[in-house]
């Protein structure tokens, strides 16, 4: 399909790429809302706190706080077996 339209459209194929290209950042813009409601800063802060602790299971609590959320067990959530993982799930 795209030779045809190469050999048939020419340059003005760059006009087809940019407009479903525009088209994809307007829908992204509108339709795609910022991450969990919160702004940009929060988002960064989450993940160089999830970095300085070691784990992804990081959770925001009241006042800004971000705490971590250990699984069952006292065992984090990375390290521990997922056979027990899966057990704890199915019950």
Request: proline share 7%; net charge negative.
């Amino acid at each position: 399909m795209t030779p045809i339209l190469f050999n048939n459209l020419k340059y003005i194929l760059f006009l087809v790429f940019a407009g479903t290209n525009l088209f994809a950042g307007a829908w992204t813009y509108f339709y795609q809302p910022e991450t969990g409601g919160r702004p940009f800063e929060d988002n960064i802060e989450f993940f160089e706190k999830a970095g300085e602790q070691g784990t992804w299971r990081v959770g925001k609590v009241a006042d800004g706080k971000f705490k971590k959320m250990p699984y069952p067990k006292g065992e984090d959530g990375e390290s521990q077996p997922l056979l027990a993982r899966v057990q704890d799930q199915i019950g």
